[in-house]
């Protein structure tokens, strides 16, 4: 038993090689052991590993596109100084700090 393990472990890191998805040969044995531990159907456990897979591929993307913009820092929202723009709507900006646009109408003022 262990040696299929051990060649469907040898099949999955050429797969993920082969597919460009470095994560996956590298976590699918923890995930695994958690999903055996957890009893997990396989589409569970596929679902977990993919999810894994994207959501570093999204931060490292994210990462790459923000060291190739060369920012002199990285500022966050939280970080933001009113005293210095006072004129600036503190709810307004924690709206457009959630990333939902469709309710921007409501913070409009009457001219």
């Known amino acids: 038993m262990k040696a299929q ?7 999955i890191e050429y797969y993920a090689r082969a597919l460009r998805a470095p994560r ?3 976590g699918y044995r923890p995930l ?8 997990w159907t396989h589409e569970e ?3 977990a590993v993919l999810s894994r897979e ?14 190739a913009a060369r920012f002199p820092g990285h500022k966050m929202l939280e970080d933001f100084n009113f005293e210095h723009q006072p004129a600036a709507d503190r709810s307004l900006i924690a ?3 959630t990333g939902v646009f469709g309710l ?4 409009r003022t009457a001219d």
């Not at 695994?32 to 009893?39: K, Q």
């Open 54 to 67: 994207v959501a570093e591929r999204e931060a490292s993307g994210s990462a790459l596109r923000i060291k």
């Open 5 to 11: 393990a051990a060649g469907a472990g040898k099949d």
């Open 32 to 39: 695994a052991n958690t999903a055996r531990e957890a009893g």
């Open 95 to 97: 709206h457009l700090g």
């Open 104 to 107: 921007l109408r409501s913070f």
């Open 45 to 47: 456990y596929l679902a």
């Open 24 to 26: 996956i040969g590298d």
